[in-house]
């Protein structure tokens, strides 16, 4: 069976320095994989070139998704096939009601994959449902899309977003941080919800508590531009009492 | 030296007599010869059949603009024109008859479509005329045109509104135009106003009475009735005390014209309680992709809040022309008057704008409100210009102005030039202004949603002119929004 994602040997580089440096990873349908590691080891990096974000360099290895090469496809034909990145940090427009957004990014979506347009109240419906489950509040929605928004809302929002797209693969870059541990709870749960034979994810967080909502197949630690480290969800709790202080020499 | 003088003078006037009736006979012609000359003047008039006050009006603007010069302060460059080398007069042309949507060049289509606009409203705009028969499947599918407009006119009469063809309103209410023309934009203002003063073809023509509503936008009028404007467009709209009208130039759909030079003059008077609200959205064709061939556009607008209470609301989206000069102006002059200026102008390719406002405070307690949106991509050059005064006698005068732009790229330019004096000390003016560049970073967010590069620019940029755009009449927002994502293609990547 073709794996989902399948990573061999990536490197890549922003502004002439060396950030991915040799990473292997492959994540098949169904399976949720977490990823650890120190600050500044590469894992925003690595979510971003997944993602096909302007400015890095791939400069060796191959990723395939779906048994495609990933690289051959323009950023936006990814979110359309089905690659969906929940930033880091995400984004304020001004301007523009998180609804309007909302609809643009699916009906983009669909109409790159030949399938009809959502009508508006279809949409809103649809909408409305989704954002009750993750607690937001549908007021919300008419405001300009995470223009002013708490750290927490923005990542409820960013979850929202992948609820409404239904992506195949789902990289969620600290969706954890800023939320309150109410929050946490229904993020995670929103997101477990959304958990499928056919969809595969990459958790990327900080903390082992979020393995406790979320709880996930593998576990990685990322350092220095490679997966270090592989195991199970017992990995977590393990750096939790070690941090990655034993990498550091194998990163140098 | 007296004696050759008038002989000259004699010599000029034979000569002048025999040009005159050269083609003072020749009245059914469709076009005067090139270039400018009191007997040019002359025949426009005597088109139009216009009393002699008239033609003293527009031989007064001539010979004044004779001593005139062009202007050279705007931040626009283009080659100088020659004045004689222009038509001023053509008859309204006919557009060439089509049988069907199919003979239309397809780019425009394309264009109507991504503008959302009714198919047989697409037919109008190109000038498709169908059989008598099918014509009336297309009313029962549709709509008629014709009733709709005769409907529209019934209504308007009802109230009490005038709106007619200026040159129809010199005919039939003369003693009402000669009160007003030039009472807000005088015959001697500008270069441009002044020679447009002189040979101005056609445009509209407004009153509405006092107390009356004007039952519909005139919008919708011209939607269905577009015009030919020509180049040298007049327009005078008066709002008696305590009437309301809303008023919609232009039309989103890309305008072509031969003439290169346009230069338009729009006059608006609000009394005492009155309101005006006019909208614009210009769309003329821009020059092609090294920036040759589009329009120049000079407009000179003004509106005068001539009584106390009154208001007037400027609103325009300009996306078209390879020039745009245009400052449309309020003269606060009734106490407790107030003017808004709403813009979004952007540029593209090689397009240059230089446009704002002036309010002009004059009575007391007079406020203006001004927002300006300038998006600049390409190698284009987008300037906002804006005035703000406030008279000796202007007590409690207040503005704000808040003037943002964007920059799409590095090649393209943005600039703000406010000019703000106050005179009287209880004066309070506000003004903001921001420049920023589109930010890579909020493009990549959308397209990781799916969105390609230009439905990104587009979201994103109709996002940053939101508060412009919810002036306009809904039926213009929508169309006007795809406008602006339209104009800014291929402005990225
Ligand atoms: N434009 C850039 N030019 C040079 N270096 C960069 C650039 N962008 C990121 N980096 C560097 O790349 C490295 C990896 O950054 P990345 O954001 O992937 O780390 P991370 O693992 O996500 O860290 P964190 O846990 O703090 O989120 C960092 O050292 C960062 O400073
Ligand atoms: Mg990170």
Partial sequence: MTALLEIRDLRAEIGG????NGLDLTVNKGEIHAIMGPNGAGKSTLSYVLAGKPGYEITGGQVLF????????????????????????????????????????LNAQRKKRGEEELSSPDLLKRVRELAKKLGIDPEMLRRPLNVGFSGGEKKRNETLQMALLEPRLCVL????????????????????????????????????????????????????????????????LQLEATGYAQYQNEAA | MAAVQETVEQVRRIDVEQYKYGFVTDIESEKAPKGLSEDIVRFI????????????WRLDAYRRWLTMREPEWARVSYPKIDYQDLYYYSAPKKKPELAS??????????????????????????????????????????????????????ELQEAGVIFMPISEALREYPDLVRK?????????DNYFATLNSAVFSDGSFVY????????????????????????????????????????????TAPQRDENQLHAAVVELVAMDDAEIKYS??????????????GIYNFVTKRGDCRGDNSKISWTQVETGSAITWKYPSCILRGDNSSGEFYSIAISNGHQQVDSGTKMIHLGKNTSSRIISKGIAAGVSQNTYRGQVTAHRKAAGARNFTACDSLLIGDMCGAHTVPYIEARNPTAVFEHEATTSKISEDVLFYCIQRGLSQEEAVGLVVNGFVKDVLQQLPMEFAVEAQKLISISLEGSVG
């Fill in chain 1, 173 to 236: 870059d600290e969706t954890d941080s800023g939320l309150d541990i109410d929050a946490l709870k229904v993020v995670a749960n929103g997101v477990n919800q959304l958990r499928s034979a056919e969809r595969g994810m990459i958790v990327i967080t900080h903390y082992q508590r979020l393995l406790d909502y979320i709880v996930p197949d593998v576990v990685h630690v990322l350092a220095a531009g490679r997966i270090v480290e592989t195991g199970g969800k017992d990995l977590a």
């Fill in chain 2, 180 to 188: 007003y023309l030039g009472s807000v934009v005088p015959t001697s």
């Fill in chain 2, 280 to 293: 614009t959205v210009q769309n003329w064709y821009p020059g092609n992709a090294d920036g040759v061939g």
């Fill in chain 2, 208 to 251: 509405v009475p006092p107390g009356v509503r004007c039952p519909m936008e005139l919008s919708t009028y011209f939607r269905i009735n577009e015009r030919n404007t020509g180049q040298f467009e007049r327009t005078l709209i008066i709002a008696d005390k305590g009437s309301y009208v809303s008023y919609l130039e232009g039309c």
């Fill in chain 2, 101 to 154: 949507l199919d003979e239309v060049d397809p780019e425009i289509l394309k264009t109507y479509e991504k503008l959302g606009i009714p198919l047989r409203e697409q037919e109008l705009l190109a000038g498709v005329v169908r059989p008598e028969g099918e014509r009336r499947i297309a009313v029962d599918a549709v709509f008629d045109s014709v009733s709709v407009a005769t409907t529209f006119q019934k």
């Fill in chain 1, 17 to 20: 320095r060396k950030i991915l």
């Fill in chain 1, 66 to 105: 779906n048994g495609e090469d990933l690289f051959e496809m323009s950023p936006d034909e990814r979110a359309a096939k089905g690659v969906f990145l929940a930033f880091q940090y995400p984004l304020e427009i001004p301007g523009v009601a998180t609804l309007t957004f909302l609809r643009a990014a």
């Fill in chain 2, 45 to 56: 008039s005597a088109k139009k059949n216009e009393p002699a006050w008239m033609l003293d």
